[in-house]
């Protein structure tokens, strides 16, 4: 049997926690990842998404419990350096990423890091840089470029690593919808060729792309399962005042309409099948 | 919606450019020709790709940046270049929210930051503390739980929210959100954009709003302008647009999915006459083809 490649027991995390005001950011998080999974994590602001990442790869340590990538606890030091190189990371606010003054200095930085030789580090930033559309800006400065722009070159970066676990917080939300298409398309070819995507967002037409969503709620995983699964808790989700893709909102009202619609198709293609079915079954009878 | 008895726009921009590091090998032409009007009391759209100028065309609306030779920027019938123009007297006007909250944030609590400009408004401190504690409420964060809060430990959602906070704290006439509502969570954007919203159409604030998001777009603006390398691309009403989407493509940007269904039932000859900009609007339009 396959291991998980990250393993999450029992997390408990408070910033602060030794003082007065500890805030507990995670509350009993139990959680695995397997190998070639692309899973999507959503959750209203505060809820503890970036706390749980920055625990993925060492970041942040649990202040109860442990996390194993690939079986390594992210509490033993000694492997710290071997889980940030298996876990990349695409920061939710991508100046805190920025290290170098030129763009392809920036992207070659993490790899760099890691002692990969200057042959395939070229490589690997031409690579990183035409999956993001970058390469007209590798002579700019990061700090000068637009916010998607930033966004990008974050994203080349922790690409560049080629890490075998993706973590994406956020990391779209800048980009025009092209640019977003262009991200998630490379993302879902990284996953096909086997690496792990951990994708935090609040748009849940990504959400979609995942094969299973976890949702948390004040520090706590609440509910999981396939996106399918998920979105036909239409209820549910109004509870938790989750959004749903537009397509299943619009699906849903017309199943209110008329209980034999479909409540909870997810793509334009589905919801625009079943409607033009009606009308010939309609112009049939 | 725009009202044709005002003689003179609120702002207006024309044949505006601007080069970044002007004189220095990184010199960068951002703008290369952008040409709009925004009436007081209006909503306008301000979308396109990556890059392609929206954060530094509203950065000239609040004297951020100053127009130069050739461009014009006429803000209430001033010309922005005149240096006697009293930019502090325009940013109690225009309010500004930053893509970046972090760049708007310095204080080092909350409740303070978002008191900064009530302060320099001169409101007493009984005001000021009405003023934040309606900001807060506005954008969702809790006062008693976050005034206190260190501004840097907050989430990247809160950090927005107290970012725009800080800015309807000075009740401004014009609100420019520059992709302010990224990383905010749905229940707080949908709760957000109605208040914005009510602010916008009872209260009379103009509003100019940059997105990424054409969902949003189409559901809170009267007008949009498509912005492409620099330059005035499209502009219309917000339905004239999303009724492009092949020329929107172009410019890298979408429509709303609801928007595209009903394009594609288009397609297959069902007769959906208006394009519909929201899922209220397609629900109406799907059911009346479903039962005709
Ligand atoms: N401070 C700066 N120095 C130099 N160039 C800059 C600076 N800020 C922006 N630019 C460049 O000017 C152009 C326009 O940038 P701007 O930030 O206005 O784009 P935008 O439309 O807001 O993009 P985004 O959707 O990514 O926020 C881009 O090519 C960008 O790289
Ligand atoms: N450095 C910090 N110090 C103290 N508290 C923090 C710090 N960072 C985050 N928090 C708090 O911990 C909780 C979880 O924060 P986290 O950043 O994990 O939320 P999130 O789910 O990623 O939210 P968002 O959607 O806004 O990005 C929040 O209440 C937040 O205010
Ligand atoms: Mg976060
Ligand atoms: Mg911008």
Do not use: C
Not at chain 1, 156 to 185: C, F, H, N, W, Y
Not at chain 1, 188 to 203: D, F, K, V
Not at chain 2, 88 to 97: D, F, N, P, T
Request: proline share 5%; charged share 25%; hydrophobic share 40%.
């Amino acid at each position: 049997m396959t291991e998980p490649i990250i393993r999450i027991e029992n997390v408990h995390f408070a910033y602060n926690a030794q003082s007065e005001n500890p805030i507990v950011a995670l509350t009993d998080i139990n959680l695995e990842v397997m190998p070639g999974e692309y899973l999507v994590i959503v959750g209203h602001n505060g809820s503890g998404k970036s706390t749980l990442a920055k625990h993925l790869n060492a970041l942040l340590l649990p202040t109860q419990g442990d996390v194993w990538v690939n079986g390594m606890n992210t509490k033993n030091g000694a492997h710290t350096l071997t889980i940030r190189s298996t876990v990349g990371m695409v920061f939710q606010i991508p100046d805190n990423q920025i290290v170098a003054t030129v763009v392809e200095e920036d992207v070659a930085f993490g790899p760099a890091n890691l002692g990969v030789p200057e042959d395939e580090l070229r490589e690997r930033i031409d690579w990183a840089l035409d999956v993001v559309d970058m390469q007209n800006f590798r002579h700019r400065a990061p700090h000068l470029l637009s916010a998607g722009q930033k966004q990008r070159v974050a994203i080349a970066g922790a690409m560049a690593l080629k890490p075998q676990v993706l973590i994406l917080d956020e990391s779209t939300s800048m980009l025009d919808p092209a640019g977003r298409e262009e991200v998630l398309s490379a993302v879902r070819r990284l996953n096909q060729a086997g690496t792990t995507i951990i994708a935090i967002t609040h748009y849940m037409h990504e959400a979609v792309e995942g094969d299973r969503i976890v949702v948390m709620e004040a520090a706590r995983t609440v509910t999981q399962g396939s996106p399918r699964e998920v979105f036909s808790q239409v209820e549910e989700l109004r509870a938790l005042q989750l959004d749903v893709p537009q397509v299943t909102e619009l699906s849903y009202a017309l199943h209110q309409r008329d209980e034999t619609f479909p409540p909870n198709l997810l793509t334009v293609e589905e919801i625009v099948a079943e409607i033009i079915r009606r009308k010939e079954l309609e112009v049939a009878t | 919606m725009k009202d044709t008895h005002q003689a003179q726009p609120f702002i207006q921009v024309n044949d505006l450019h601007h080069v970044y590091l002007r004189g220095t090998p990184l010199e960068v032409t951002a703008l290369k020709g952008v040409t709009l009007e925004i009436y007081e009391g209006e909503s306008i759209g301000i979308i396109g790709r990556t890059g392609a100028g929206k954060s530094t065309i509203v950065q000239h609306f609040n004297g951020l940046l100053r127009a130069r030779q050739p461009g014009k920027v006429i803000l209430e019938g001033q010309d922005m270049s005149d240096p006697s123009v009293k930019v502090k007297a325009i940013r109690q006007k225009v309010g500004l929210v930053f893509q970046h909250p972090e760049q708007q944030l310095f204080e080092r609590l909350v409740g303070d930051d978002i008191a900064f400009g009530p302060k320099r408004l001169g409101l007493s401190r009984e005001e000021r503390r009405e003023r934040v504690r309606w900001a807060m409420e506005m954008v969702g964060l809790d006062f008693e739980r976050f005034k206190d809060r260190f501004t840097f430990s907050l989430s990247g959602g809160e950090m927005r929210k107290a970012a725009i906070a800080g800015v309807l704290a000075l009740q401004p006439k014009v609100l420019i959100l520059d992709e302010s509502t990224t990383g905010v969570d749905p229940r707080g954007r949908k709760d957000l954009l109605a208040r914005i919203l009510e602010l916008h159409r009872h209260h009379g604030m103009t509003l100019i709003f940059v997105s990424p998001n054409m969902e949003e777009v189409a559901s809170m603006v009267d007008r949009v302008y498509v912005i492409d390398d620099g330059r005035t691309a499209m502009s219309g009403t917000t339905r004239e647009i999303f009724d492009r989407p092949d020329d929107l493509r172009q410019y890298g940007l979408g429509v709303p999915q609801v928007t595209t269904i009903a394009h594609q039932l288009r397609e297959h000859s069902l007769p959906i006459t208006r394009t519909p900009l929201t899922v209220a609007e397609a629900a109406e339009d799907v059911w009346k083809i479903l039962n005709s």
